[in-house]
Structures are given as C-alpha cells and as structure tokens.
C-alpha cells in the first residue's frame, strides 16, 4: 500500500514509522521545515525509545521517505492519514480542529484519483463528516472516503503500542474504504490483533471515552490518596487491593501529582465541551477535571509544608519536569504548575530530567538545569521527585542526603519509602496517600 502521513508528531512519525516497516510505502509530510530537514538527515526530533533505528532501517530500504510537498506525498497514495494536533482551543475548551480541517483541505486540492482520508488525530464526534464536506466543497470531482482511526499509543512506549495495540479502531462508511484500512492493517489482522469495525461517529467516541475514561481512574486513586494521608491507610496497599480485582485491573491506579501530557487534560476538556454542546452535561469528566486541578494544588501545599511555610530563599531540587518518563514531551505536565510556583514563592529551583531540558528551557523560566540528580542535590533544602525516570528511582540517597543543605524529600511519584528515607538520613519525607514524617 502507499500511505501518506500528514503531521510527524508523536503519533504521526511513530505511525509512519510502523506502517512503512508493515511493508507499505510511507511519505510523512509536515510543514515544520526544520522537523522535515532534521528527519531527511536521520535525525528524530523527538525522544522515543527505539524509533531512531527503526526509522534509520526503514528508510535504508526505501520504504520511508519525509517531505514538506503534500502534493507530491499524496500522489498515488491508498490512503492519506491526517496527524496533526488537535489542541484546546484558546478561551473554550473545544479541540481547535483548524489543523485538521487545513490539512484536509489540501488534500483535497492536490488529490487528483481515489484515497481513503483517514483522520488520525484525536477530533470530536462529527469532524470526520465534517472533513468530508471540506473535500467535496474544495475538490466535487474527487472520488475518495473518509476514515476515523484514532490511536491509542502511550509515548514512551509507542512502537511496541503499535505493532502490539490492544487494538485498533476502525470507523468507515464504505467496503471499499473498509478493504483499504484492512489492507494496511494486515500484518496486525495476521496475528490476530483485535481490530474494532465501526461507524464514523463510534470511533471518534471511543477514544474520548477511552481517555476519559482512564482520566477518572487516575483521579479517582489521587482522591483516595489524600483520605489515605489523612486516615493512616497506604494508597500502594489500597491499589494493590483493589487492582488484583479482574474488573478493576490494577493500570491507572498509581496515586501521584495529578495527570498531565499530551492528551487526558485537553481530551477530557474537549469531551466536557461536546457533551455541553449536546445537552448531554458530562458530570462525572467535569468533576474529574476538577478534582486533578486540587490534586496539583495540593501538591504544592505539600511542598509548602515540607519548606516550612515558605519557598523564599529555599534551594529546591526537582528531579523530572516531562509529564511521564521515556518521552522529552512536557504538554501539560505537572511540572509546568510546581516548577513556577516553586520559583514565584522565591526557591532557587534546580533541576535534572534525561531528556526534559530541551523543552524545558523554554517552558520553565528562572530555574537553574544540572546534570544528573546529584548534581540537582547539591545544598538543596528539599528535593521533589516529580517524574519517575528509571535514573531517579534508584538513587543512593545516603549521598543525596550527604549533599543536601537540609535532607527532606516529597516524592510525588510513591518511589521510595519512609524506611529508605530514613536510612539514608532524611530528616523529612513524604509521598502520595502513604504516611510520612518532618
Ligand atoms: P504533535 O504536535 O506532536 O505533531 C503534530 C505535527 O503536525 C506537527 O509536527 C505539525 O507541524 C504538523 N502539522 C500541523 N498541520 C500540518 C499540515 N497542514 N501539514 C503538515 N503538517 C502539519 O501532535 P501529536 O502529539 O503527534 O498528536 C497528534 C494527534 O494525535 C492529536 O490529535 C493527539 O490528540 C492525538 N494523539 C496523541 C497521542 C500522544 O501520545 N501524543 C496519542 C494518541 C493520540
């Protein structure tokens, strides 16, 4: 098959990526002339483990090649994959679909026989009819379909997430549209990978309901965590317990500092709005929005404490800003509320994430980056563990308490515990939903 994938994003590069090694022949387009300049010299200009080498072996064979011509990558293709960003709109909530509907309509111009225009990204319930008008107003001639193919990969773990997906979601309208997507999907059907069937609208809604979904599991375990910090219960027992129930399963049930990234703040905002579009108030992802908001919140009360009352004048090490380990992405991230409000109480803030610096710099003003933890340690009145990043979760934190002005630790991802803590010497430690001491 010839596939075009318009958008070398998170999802968009890791796509084309996988696609091109299920065999087909892959043109990723963008308009980011440095992205399309770095790939075209084998550079990924993102981090996600393991994609530099199966893009370099994909390319060697010439099954991958990158471009900035839309019109050029289209020609010929099977199928077009939207993957661009589907960001909050400024001021409503609403996912801004105008990189969508952009890329849809260039399509349209450019395309001159038959393709299956599927859309990738995530985008409300309608957008997929909505990208059909699009086509047809801007091209009546064209014959094509659209598709809705939402994806469901985690970044840091994105290849082994599309070649081994729970599975993959398929809405189309037409057989004909139908046996192309199969086709692509192939060498997934061959080894019996779940691939759901549906209509447009069904999977647009699975993905938002997926994500939401998984959105409310997470707070709801931060919620328990704080009536476990108040009750003497340990939120990792409390987890364990209910996760070893089959129909609970124990995935999202790690209490922490609130969710953030790329996709759950922004996908369950988007389904607060089109719930309230369609009368339908979505009551229980409003409240789960609200209830992350007072998670992060209370995390900087947490600090607080641990910094007796005051940050002005306090060293603090920050040990992880990107919103999970494994990927440089820090869209959301919890960080972006901890880092600043460590900085605006006046903490000198010091800071060490493995591949977090280069958005960082940017993104987080006034804090000084360090190389590793330790150096991060040094003289610091309080050190927060706030992504855990296998490097920080084996620390010697004898040294680390050697180092420090004054040992006291929030770990706001549950990696060590109050036994550690005080066996290297911390005169403070406290985590989520577990019980520790100052
Ligand atoms: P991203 O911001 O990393 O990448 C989007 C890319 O699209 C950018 O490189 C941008 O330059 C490019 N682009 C925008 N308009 C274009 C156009 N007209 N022509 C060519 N290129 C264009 O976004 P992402 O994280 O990859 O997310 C893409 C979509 O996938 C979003 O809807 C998101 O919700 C969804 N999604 C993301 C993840 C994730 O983990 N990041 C997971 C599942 C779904």
């Not at 471009?67 to 960003?85: C, P």
Request: hydrophobic share 40%.
């Amino acid at each position: 098959m010839k596939i075009a994938m318009i958008g070398t994003g998170y999802v968009g590069l890791v796509s084309g990526v996988c696609f091109s090694d299920f065999g087909h022949d892959v043109t990723c387009v963008d308009k980011d002339l440095d992205k399309i300049a770095m790939l075209e010299r084998g550079e990924v200009p993102i981090f996600e483990p393991g994609l530099d080498r199966l893009m370099a072996k994909n390319v060697d064979i010439g099954h991958l090649s990158f471009t900035n011509d839309l019109a050029q990558a289209i020609d010929g293709v099977d199928a077009v994959f939207i993957a661009v960003g589907t960001p909050t709109r400024r001021g409503d909530g609403h996912a801004d679909l105008s990189y969508v509907m952009a890329a849809a309509e260039e399509i349209a111009r450019a395309a001159k026989d038959y393709m299956v225009i599927v859309t990738k990204s995530t985008v409300p319930v309608g957008t997929n009819r909505q990208v059909k008008e699009v086509v047809q107003n801007a091209n009546p001639d064209l014959d094509f379909d659209v598709a809705s193919n939402p994806e469901f990969l985690r970044e840091g773990a994105a290849i082994d997430d599309f070649m081994k997906p729970d599975r993959v979601v398929v809405g189309v309208e037409t057989d004909r549209a139908a046996d192309v997507m199969a086709e692509i999907y192939r060498p997934l059907y061959l080894r019996d990978f779940p691939i759901i069937s549906t209509d447009l609208e069904s999977a647009e809604m699975i993905k938002y309901a997926a994500n939401a979904f998984l959105a409310t599991k997470i707070t709801f375990i931060n919620e328990i965590a704080a009536l476990c910090e108040r009750t003497g219960a340990d939120v990792k027992k409390v987890a364990q317990g209910m996760g070893l129930d089959g129909r609970i399963g124990n995935k999202f049930l790690h209490a922490g500092p609130g969710y953030g990234g790329s996709c759950f703040p922004k996908d369950t905002n988007a389904l607060a709005r089109i719930g309230q579009d369609h009368s339908v108030p979505m009551l229980i992802t409003e409240t789960v929005i609200e209830v992350n908001d007072k998670v992060k919140r209370r995390m900087i009360d947490k600090l607080l404490d641990l910094c007796d009352g005051s940050f002005n004048g306090k060293t603090v090490a920050v040990l992880g800003v990107t919103f999970k380990p494994n990927t440089d992405d820090m869209r959301d991230a919890p960080s972006l509320t901890i880092v600043p409000a460590l900085v605006g109480g006046g903490a000198r803030v010091q800071v060490a994430d493995p591949q977090g610096r280069h958005e960082g710099e940017k993104l987080l003003p006034g804090v000084t980056w360090c190389d590793d933890a330790y150096d991060a340690a040094g003289g610091a009145d309080l050190l927060v563990i706030l992504t855990e990043w296998n490097e920080f979760r084996a620390l010697d934190l004898g040294r680390i308490a050697e180092i420090m002005s004054v040992p006291r630790m929030a770990d706001l991802r549950n990696v060590y515990t109050v036994a550690d803590a005080k066996q290297a010497g911390f005169a403070a430690y406290e985590s989520i939903g577990r019980s520790g001491y100052s």
